[in-house]
């Protein structure tokens, strides 16, 4: 065991401060720590993306993030995008088009998603592919979760900017900024 | 998978990181974006009593151009590189190869220091560099010294670097003429099977000046100055393309892995440099 | 309101039964971050377990010291196999009938293998234990090769040695050497080898189905927790098969089954991964008995990929006979199969090589015969049904390459050899050569509409186009039609000859009607993502008129659902399907009852109409299901009891036998051994349709799970044992890039013996995905003389087949 350390972080917009080892993977800090248990773990070698949040305004796997390294990150889950009464329209166009069905890989994939459409709001089915490709499914074989995204990015630049902020998708454009 | 434990430090300035890679010696390890590191500690293949965290070093970030070069600080990440503009006009063939490195997730956070200064054959910037000619800056207690990429690797994870340096900087030349970064891997986040990368000027219809370096063909990148001699000169025929490529088969010296054999991967490097060649050609 | 005043159609829609693409009731919670799987379960004073693994394939152990691992603090206890002797839990019985080592008992057989469970107070704890535990090997000679197995004087279970020499019989009958676990058979061998002796043509094949991983992206796990002040012991885990491990953990245990709970909660993939009792699961349940606290056991992605649950690894060999004109006469298969240190195979009782006697295909052959033999090999344990019913990917894969080998022997196409000797729509039901009565099918219909959806002759010329420009030197690519046509055997299965443990593999639907006319209803399944609580709703909304969106179905929880034998082998929607429909009848004839009683008439002169009974010949005088749940609480009826409820155990009559036809298009770099498909079409004749969109998604997923398979995914070992494909760097699992978009398609050929006419379709897209993209790729290399190469196809072995046709020269 080694000497614990003052973090500090924002997870979904609270901000949060404990005393960690620093070899405490960023993954278990929110599943275990924080009882954030949406990003999940899948491969533990950075290859399946099922641990993706968003650290200041990057998509990255928290599998491969110590607590140390992210201290003082602002962080956003699938909890922070939205909930029962806020769904984006990821969330939304997920189930409709039939993106999931273990659900495992589900949190990281729309976390993941999210980021892609911020920076490539109308993106191809191949950018979508080759976007996404640092998320595993086992379940789906992609072709839903192609056109779950493509579905909600049409949605979200059809309702454009008077359409809906989610909490979440607000504070990462602000994080990328 | 869980790492052994070790002490944190994130040093703001390169004299702290140099003090404590002189403190701790070789139980200290500096780390970027990690992506390399953390596996392999988690895997417990690493042991790193003292992990230096460069992320709020300042000076190692940032792209900057001067008229004849373009430094990358070694906190520059594949993902900043596909996103600079001024360098996917002065230097398309970065953007080309960062493209296929890993995922969109490890390009956020794998950076260019942390790619050639681990030695990991399997990388793709040491090639890359190596073909562009670039210099790394190294900065270690006794100063700051420039190596050429060209010299830097001497095998599997062992480099020009001291373990008390620090790589701070990549300086390439602007480059001339047409370019491609070609790779043949197995699937997304794998490394090369066989990965080729040239630059080649054309002038009136022929080659004036051609620079190839090869990935995971050996245990380190390979730059084969007899393969681009090979088609100076020429107007890149198939007998000059074979030149290049029979030379840069003499220069590698891949081994057996999952991947396959090494009579694959020699068949693979051929065909890849010659459609790197054909390709950079056209774009010459 | 007057239910009247919508029309039928109207009514039929509100319920969202059978047929309606129905949106997935699961969806809520996992898109939101909210699902609960066995890693999101925390309890108060949790403590957590791990494994210290060997590094060696085969090994004696000397001596084990955790001393130094008990220093570290937080760590509260090392068990090693002496710990669990004292308790008979040393060892447990495997699905197979052999035992297994729950911790390395004297040595060790292959690498991974459990050898000590440490036991922190956090994960921290317990991955600075295992370092510390310090192990003494001796090496001894490693087999990695069946067939060398079968030949060496190296013995690697001298439990299964009797102290004179002899070989004590096995679980299956006598065993030919120390290393052999059964031989089994099916069919008639003497007339088999007859009638390929005599034959106008015979096509001979040698073909291994390499040993891979069902990977789902969730590894297995569990927390066990022993309230020793009730004397109740909890077990959450990521279970298959939730009722057969309670059973299982109270036979080893010795606590009585009603003091065992069972909780499958949300589970992330199964595919056959999480259907047999690992040695997480009873270290746990020590652990937690001995400290009193709940204990976590987690799988890494190493430990899962190289302990628990590998698939295939058989060794294949077949003679196929034939008349001139291509009819065939008799069939003949070997198999060598690798079961590792131990036999883990997940199969019924009786059926040690599973269903691989479903391998005369779709086929009409008159003769056939089939022998297996297990062999114990240094390499992990398990054998389970990766997204298929027991061993019938392999046997599929089997007949559709022999198919292809038999063309290539009677120069024929592919395609037209299959339609020669499809088993005709009127030879249903139909009793194959190796036993099984194949229920319905219309296997030329569904043939002739794949054909013409993919323009089959179209691709025929310009594969004779490219062949042609190949030959002139002006293209490097090769284009290949794989084609593929197959017969699932699901739903295992009949009681009377099938079990696990003894335990018949029926399954169990309990309904119970609220007053207010919403239901809830709990099976003896576990869905895995296959989207259960969608679709049994949709199941019993056609059966009892209530809409699907006041059907709760719940499952997982041995405490409430009634007994069953959980989901895979694509038995779900066959068995406990059937369970739910027959549930839901029984409710419906007491319905009936009330109904009748309340618009006063007969029993028998009310009918069901979508959502009500109805007088005969008076449709405007009738009482909705909703008015008749409520009159079941509040009314006194005479004759009647109270309330609406139901159970059913449904014993199916036979299995289900869903079938299909994939045509993939791939083209070929010879020179760098890269695919790339091109195009898919998968035809799916999975009986009555409950959900489309469901269905389609599990074809999209199994298909892309036959991708991985046939083009890289494989547990691949080195001649020391050591695995050399253990976690995902090498482990091939397809990205979105790598996998193509699909064509689906279907016709409906209704079971005749279930209930809703309904077969299963999750696994049908793997059983029939995989000879479609390996026949590809052979068919790709026919004309320049190719007959089989082993999979997985990926570059470097592709590359090889092209040298080896001389294509680089």
Known sequence: ?177 | ?284 | MKDDVENREDRVANLKGLGCSRKRVEDARFTQGKGNYVDDIKLDGMIFGDFVRSPYAHARIKSIDASAALEVPGVLAVLTAKDLEPLGLHWMPTLAGDKQMVLADGKVLFQGQEVAFVVAEDRYAAADGIELVEVDYEELPVIVDPFEALKSDVVLREDLVAEDGSLPDGAHGPRKHANHIFTWEAGDKDPTEEVIANAEVVAEESMYYHRTHPCPLETCGCVASMDKVNGKLTLWGTFQAPHAIRTVVSLISGIEEHNIRVISPDIGGGFGNKVGAYPGYVCSVVASIVTGKPVKWIEDRMDNLMTTAFARDYWMTGKISATKEGKITGLHCHVTADHGGFDACADPTKFPAGFMNICTGSYDIPTAYLAVDGVYTNKAPGGVSYRCSFRVTEAVYFIERMIEVLAIELNMDAAELRRVNFIRKEQFPYTAALGWEYDSGDYHTAWEKALKAVDYEGLRAEQAQRIADFKAGKTRSLMGIGLSFFTEIVGAGPVKNCDILGLGMFDSCEIRIHPTGSAIARLGTISQGQGHATTFAQILASEIGLPADSITIEEGDTDTAPYGLGTYGSRSTPVAGAATAMAGRKIRAKAQMIAAYLLEVHDNDVEFDVDRFVVKGAPERFKTMKEIAFAAYNQAIPGIEPGLEAVSYYDPPNMTYPFGAYVCVMDIDVDTGVTDIRRFYALDDCGTRINPMIIEGQVHGGLTEALAVAMGQEIAYDDMGNVKTGTLMDFFLPTAWEVPNYETDYTVTPSPHHPIGAKGVGESPHVGGVPAFSNAVHDAFRAFGLRHTNMPHDHWRIWRTAHELGLHA
């Not at chain 1, 998509?59 to 922070?80: L, N, R, Y």
């Open chain 2, 1 to 284: 998978m869980i790492p052994a434990a070790f002490e944190y430090h994130r040093p703001k300035d390169l004299d702290g990181v140099l003090s404590l890679l002189t403190e701790h010696g070789d139980e200290a390890r500096v780390m970027a974006g990690g992506h390399s590191l953390i596996p392999m500690m988690k895997l417990r293949m690493a042991d790193v009593p003292h992990l230096i965290d460069l992320q709020d070093v300042a000076g190692l970030t940032g792209i900057s151009h001067s008229d004849n070069t373009i430094r990358l600080g070694a906190m520059v990440t594949q993902h900043d590189i596909i996103g600079d503009a001024k360098l996917a006009e002065r230097a398309p063939i970065l953007r080309e190869a960062a493209l296929q490195i890993a995922d969109p997730q490890v390009r956020y956070m794998g950076t260019v220091g942390g790619n050639v200064a681990n030695g990991d054959p399997g990388n793709d910037m040491p090639g890359l560099m190596q073909c562009l000619d670039a210099v790394f800056t190294l900065v270690g207690p006794e100063g700051t010294r420039d190596v050429p990429a060209r010299d830097f690797y001497e095998a599997a994870y062992m480099t020009a670097r001291e373990d008390d340096e620090v790589l701070t900087a990549v300086t390439i030349p602007v480059p001339r003429g047409g370019y491609a970064y070609e790779k043949q891997k197995r699937k997304i986040g794998d490394y090369a099977t066989a990965a080729a990368a040239v630059q080649i000027v054309k002038d009136g219809g022929t080659c004036t000046a051609a620079s190839i370096a090869m990935t995971n063909l050996s245990d380190t990148p390979v730059y084969s100055d007899a393969a681009g001699a090979a088609l100076i000169g020429t107007s890149l025929d198939d007998a000059a393309r074979a030149a290049a490529v029979a030379a840069m088969l003499g220069d590698i010296d891949p081994t057996e892995d999952n991947r396959g054999p090494v009579a694959f991967k020699i068949h693979v490097a051929g065909v890849i440099l010659n459609r790197a060649i054909e390709r950079a050609w056209a774009r010459a």
């Open chain 1, 1 to 177: 065991m080694s000497k614990k350390m003052h973090i500090k972080l924002t997870v979904n917009g609270k901000p949060e401060e404990f005393l960690a080892e620093p070899r405490e993977l960023l993954i278990y800090t929110l599943r275990e720590r924080l009882n954030i248990t949406g990003p999940h773990i899948g491969c533990e070698t950075s290859h399946c993306g099922a641990c993706t949040v968003t650290l200041n305004g990057k998509s990255v796997k928290a599998c491969t993030m110590f607590v140390a390294q992210a201290d003082g990150a602002d962080v956003t889950t699938i909890e922070g995008i939205g909930g029962p009464d806020t769904l984006h329209p990821l969330q939304t166009a997920f189930k409709e088009h039939h993106g999931l069905q273990c659900g495992y890989c589900t949190p990281g994939m729309i976390t993941r998603a999210m980021k892609l459409l911020e920076e490539n709001p109308d993106p191809t089915e191949e950018e979508i592919r080759f976007g996404m490709a640092g998320n595993l499914c086992r379940c789906t074989g992609y072709q839903n979760i192609v056109k779950s995204i493509k579905a909600a990015a049409s949605e979200m630049n059809a309702a454009g900017s008077s359409g809906r902020e989610a909490a979440g998708s607000k504070k990462e454009v602000e994080a990328a900024e």
